[in-house]
Nanobody, 128 residues
Framework: QLQLVESGGALVQPGGSLRLSCAAS????????IGWFRQAPRKEREGVSC????????KYADSVKGRFTISRDNAKNTVYLQMNSLKPEDTAVYYC?????????????????????WGQGTQVTVSS
């Protein structure tokens, strides 16, 4: 069973920063593209950012461009989402998801249906 564990969610004031982590257990992320998604109450799940297995390709939703940065540390088997200049509209449960590609692939997607395995999510609340 491929397990992903998200962490780093918290209550933060507008303008603040958080770093989310997505760690894999009992398998290596080297061959996987990874996406970050979020779902706010009464809204559909939204693709936030994704990164290819090579790490050389990334993509962001327009709503987070310039504020969020995705990165991966294969040695730590972890993917990060650095979130700066947070806004109340960033409030949501954030999920990471994976899809196996090949080693050093450029493939990735912001479409949730492309991914095969999901973590349980971590709550991010931006409020004063």
């Amino acid at each position: 069973q491929l397990q992903l564990v998200e962490s780093g969610g918290a209550l933060v004031q507008p303008g603040g920063s958080l770093r989310l982590s997505c760690a894999a257990s009992e398998f290596t992320l080297d061959y996987y593209a990874i996406g970050w998604f979020r779902q706010a109450p009464r809204k559909e799940r939204e693709g936030v950012s994704c990164i290819s297995s090579s790490g050389g390709n990334t993509k962001y939703a327009d709503s987070v461009k310039g504020r969020f940065t995705i990165s991966r540390d294969n040695a730590k088997n972890t993917v990060y989402l650095q979130m700066n200049s947070l806004k109340p509209e960033d409030t949501a449960v954030y999920y990471c998801a994976i899809r196996r590609t090949t080693y050093y692939s450029s493939l990735m997607s912001l479409e949730s249906t492309w991914y095969t395995n999901w973590g349980q999510g971590t709550q991010v609340t931006v409020s004063s």
